[in-house]
């Protein structure tokens, strides 16, 4: 057993210095982080730049369950997905704070590898963690983090702005972190009272890597922008395919046409809908946490999305009048619904 | 009984609708509010801008108690506890982002109850609500406001410029927060089973008001601003004055001297300390929640200072090797601690 340690032992302000020692800032942004009442950033100072802010909050037992998600994969999680919503604004993310509540539970090394996680997330995307807020909570474990980011004016890409026949676009493959996070929950099922229970993933490592380290698409923002495209709207799948489409389409005031055959899915997802018995398109079109980009551009844009890696072309945008629609194999037309993924 | 409905019928999206409706923004510098991945913010572009940003958690059973505080008082003060983290900075705050994780016990209307007092909050200071999750929590209410601010680079004032000879200054009164949560308190217990129970706070007024409705100190940052003195040194006064001032040596590398008969107290809380019988300095050294602003000038600002209304000289900075002391009414030196007002 490794050595515990009370966050008692430690209070308020030594947790925050343990937790956030050795974290150095990268961003030439970032003027002051950690240590102050507000962090301080200066920004490149030109008329050109926008600042982008979002907000993510996760709660135990809604959000995520400690019995199959490891301290350190829910820290990466937790900062990823708020550096999807700023690349989701065709931007770059900077700055992050995090706010944590902790009950009583939770010792030290607990936080240390929620931090590690955190902080291992923050490396890899070049974002610099500049505060905090750390609190005991009654019930189990809360984490807020918020994500400044950047973009110049002319790349900011916001839902409102799909057109008519515009070409609709998605990153990766969908379903798989829906898929994943059944596979979690059946070996959670099949262990329980055994302390000395292996769960088996054969098969499904893509699966369970989707549900509980999903990376965010950084990749696909610098090739839209070494491609000369600027999406005419953006949003990241969080909540599933549909429900992001109906978020386009109301805040552009269009409709869409999506073609079922075109909805990229993985191997490995196609296998497990099957092992469950599920519907493959519910899984693609409604599970959630997938995190990959879905984005619109001008159908004179066509050439330049073929040619990009891991980039499909799954439809296009129509006038409002003729609704979202998904057309099946045997071509039939099927409403989108906001089904989605939320906790609410 | 007034209407209610549960937050199911909504969703996720159309409670979002709901509570963010008729939210204008007014600060120039927001472009883009609710409803995107992320919000976008244009500063001025200069190099003399500085953005901030800090962020607070609050969760039920810690930070609050829902049988004495409005759900009205409590969004207004969640939001100007992050103002106050603003002002500390000496700068302005222009945006907030809200979270929410909600139980099921809660309605639609008392959520908007909360974001009524954030939205009045916001107004009487001249911020925007720009963002913000909102989700369901497994058991009571959980707040993440993190608010962003700017200020211009020479006015920006951290906790680490306090130098030798500098005069220690504080706004306000001290301690009358606490006293408030004692009342409330008080009369909880005396409450108990009584559902006809009409509180007493006769002459206990201040205190109550300054526990369920504390203001950010955005006068004293205009008048300090008004008077040409830039402080080498501030933080607003959450935990107790001991330990912000423990904070502002600490960060500072310097010692302090503070004088116990020059610590502002109102009339009402030296009453309830003497009929509760606990000890007045105390209760103003760590007794917090009184947002008021702690801060140091040179001594050369002596003059100025003593003109500014509201703002009380309570001691000076000395050398780091003589400690951080308070004097009592005798003389005699007492070591200040960092007992504090922590949650954890």
């Known amino acids: 057993m490794a050595e515990e340690t009370e966050i008692s032992q430690l209070g308020e302000f030594g947790l925050i210095d343990r937790l956030t020692s050795g974290t150095k800032t990268e961003d030439p942004s970032t003027l002051t982080a950690v240590g102050d009442d507000a962090a301080v950033m200066q920004y490149v100072a030109d008329?050109?730049?926008?600042v982008l802010v979002t907000t993510d909050m996760l709660l135990e037992g809604v959000h995520f369950d400690l019995t199959y998600v490891p301290l350190k994969h829910l820290g990466y999680k937790a900062a990823v997905v708020n550096f999807s919503d700023i690349y989701a604004m065709n931007g770059t993310p900077r700055q992050i704070t995090v706010g944590l509540g902790v009950s009583k539970r939770f010792t030290v090394e607990h936080l240390e590898a929620l931090y590690e996680g955190i902080k291992l997330a923050c490396g890899?995307?070049?974002?610099?963690?500049?505060?905090?807020?750390?609190?005991?909570?009654?019930?189990?474990?809360?984490?807020?983090i918020t994500c400044l980011g950047t973009a110049k004016a002319s790349d900011v890409t916001l839902r409102s702005g799909a057109k008519d026949t515009d070409l609709i676009c998605v990153s990766g493959d969908l379903g798989a972190a829906y898929m994943g996070l059944?596979?979690?929950?059946?070996?959670?099922?099949a262990s329980a009272g055994q302390s000395d229970f292996i769960p088996d993933f054969a098969g499904k490592e893509y699966l369970v890597e989707r549900q509980l380290k999903p990376e965010a698409r950084r990749d696909i923002v610098k090739d839209l922008h070494e491609a000369g495209i600027v999406p005419t709207s953006m949003i990241d799948v969080s909540d599933g395919l549909s429900s992001e489409l109906l978020h386009i389409c109301k805040a552009s005031g269009v409709g869409c046409r999506v073609y079922e055959d075109r909805i990229p899915i993985d191997y490995q997802t196609a296998v497990m809908a099957e092992e469950l018995n599920m519907n493959l398109v519910t899984a693609a079109l409604n599970g959630g946490e997938d995190y990959e980009l879905l984005f619109t551009v001008p159908l004179t844009d066509l050439q330049k999305i073929e040619k990009m890696k891991g980039v499909?072309?799954?439809?296009?945008?129509?006038?409002?009048?003729?609704?979202?629609?998904?057309?099946?194999?045997?071509?039939?037309?099927?409403?989108?619904?906001?089904q989605g993924f939320t906790h609410l």
Do not use: F, M, P
Not at 124 to 144: A, C, H, K
């Open 47 to 50: 008329n050109d730049t926008r």
């Open 124 to 144: 890899i995307y070049g974002v610099d963690l500049v505060g905090g807020d750390t609190t005991s909570s009654r019930s189990g474990l809360v984490i807020s």
């Open 182 to 189: 059944q596979v979690l929950e059946r070996e959670k099922t």
């Open 312 to 338: 499909k072309l799954i439809g296009h945008i129509t006038r409002q009048e003729l609704g979202c629609v998904l057309v099946g194999r045997n071509d039939e037309e099927i409403q989108l619904k906001a």
